[in-house]
């Protein structure tokens, strides 16, 4: 693992390791890869640089709401055994669209896995990469620019653990029906700014409400984005949701919410994902840039 240590601006946190392949247990157990340094420079004159150590999350849960930023602590973590890796065979790279990004709400595999999607990024509990490590999982986010402006170390160990950073919108706008350029500024300036802030993205876009219309599909090419990811399956009170009368499949994509009730939720998805002999893979791996 490569890491790689800049000076940027004030408030600014780079990573090299976006979207790179990591072991689940990174966060608990350091491996070859060892931890991630990250350079963070003080608006002052002075430049500090941490190394955050795997294993360590940050230790308070932040809620942001439009103009206020509260905290609690919260320590509690669980385990469980390891889950079969997947995929066991190598998958094809995914292709550059051409003039419009295409819309995926699962992903066509027989192998019995499903995929963690969290988004928004509002209420950041300190516990929940943890969690999806203790469970060898991992999540592909999708996040407003306000979070990351925010608080962008949170989102790391996020990266650690194998997962992405991926735009969902500055603003959280309904996007059907704006016009492309108004479009292309929502998704593109998310899709730069995590580039600048973590060193790069995933490459997925996820509209907001899961709305969107075919001027989404061309701005989001346009901003280099590889697929539009919606979902099959979201968790709400600790229960799984899927659309119609179908239970949750091998391949689904599940959309949580970085809001209170994520860790309980993903409590409850992991059990329900155990009753039914499923378990959670990498949507990075299945989707590779070619
Ligand atoms: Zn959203």
């Known amino acids: ?67 206020s930023t509260s905290t609690s602590s919260t320590t509690t973590t669980t385990t469980a055994a390891a889950w079969q890796a997947f995929p066991t065979s190598p998958v094809k790279p995914y292709p550059i ?70 735009s969902h919108t500055s603003h959280h706008p309904h996007l059907r029906g704006l016009d492309f350029d108004a479009q292309r500024k929502e998704i593109c300036a998310v899709v730069q700014q995590i580039d600048k802030v973590y060193g790069g993205n995933g490459g997925y876009f996820r509209p907001p409400y899961g709305e969107w219309d075919r ?23 600790g229960e799984i949701r899927t659309q119609g009368s179908k239970p949750i499949q091998p391949g689904d994509i599940v959309l949580l919410h970085f809001r209170t009730d994520l860790y309980d939720n993903l409590t409850a998805l992991f059990a329900q994902l155990d009753l039914q002999g499923l378990s959670v893979a990498r949507l990075e791996d299945y989707l590779p840039a070619a």
């Open 215 to 237: 001027t989404t599909l061309a701005a989001a090419a346009s901003c280099g984005v590889r697929a539009v990811l919606l979902w099959k399956e979201t968790m709400a009170d």
């Open 1 to 67: 693992m490569t890491t790689m240590l800049t000076a940027v601006a004030a408030s600014t946190l780079v990573v090299a390791c976006v979207g790179t392949p990591r072991s689940p247990d990174s966060v608990a157990a350091p491996g070859a890869s060892g931890p991630v340094a990250v350079a963070v420079e003080s608006t002052g004159a002075t430049a500090t640089t941490s190394t955050l150590p795997t294993g360590a999350v940050p230790a308070t849960t932040t809620t942001t709401s439009m103009s």
């Open 97 to 166: 669209p051409h003039g419009s990004s295409p819309l995926l709400s699962r992903i066509d595999t027989t192998d019995p896995v499903v995929f963690i999607t969290i988004d928004d990024g509002l209420v950041r509990d300190p516990r929940v990469a943890q969690l999806l490590a203790d469970h060898g999982a991992t999540a592909t986010l999708f996040l407003n620019s306000g979070p990351i402006r925010l608080d962008p170390g949170y989102f790391v160990p996020f990266l650690w653990i194998g997962g992405s950073i991926n």
